[in-house]
């Protein structure tokens, strides 16, 4: 029963993001995020309405792409990359996602300026198989 629940709130998760990131369709979105929904993101306004709010401002590139999730329990994880955000790179991030009743209820995340081939010392890319210079 856990393992159903669980990629039950991966696939809500995944079809949320792509809801509000890449469609931005807001209305479809309050669906899945709940209207109490707390934020821990340092650099997101408070509550659903401060995540919307940032989304709005973005410039319509602005695109999140999905590398990895994973779930255990009500807790979702998700490896990601945003892009079009008019910032110099792109970012890595990990976004941590508490579900309760079917919903978005919580969220902390990790964010990483994604580097070149060039600045990485490990000679590896941060994101999928190439380095963003290569795409």
Do not use: C
């Amino acid at each position: 029963m856990t393992e159903v629940t669980e990629d039950k709130n991966k696939a809500i998760v995944l079809e949320a993001f792509d809801t509000l990131f890449n469609k931005r369709d807001y209305e479809k979105a309050e669906e899945y995020w709940s209207a109490d929904y707390i934020q821990h993101s340092a650099h997101i306004e408070p509550g659903r309405e401060g995540l919307f709010s940032l989304i709005r401002s973005l410039p319509t590139e602005f695109r999140h792409e999905v590398d990895l999730v994973m779930a255990e329990g009500d807790m979702v994880l998700v490896r990601g990359r945003f892009t079009g955000h008019g910032l110099p790179a792109p970012w890595i991030a990990a976004d941590f996602v508490r579900m309760e009743d079917g919903v978005l209820k919580e969220h902390w995340d990790i964010i990483e300026n994604e580097v070149s081939r060039e600045v990485s010392v490990s000679g590896l890319p941060m994101y999928g198989d190439s380095f963003p210079e290569d795409r």
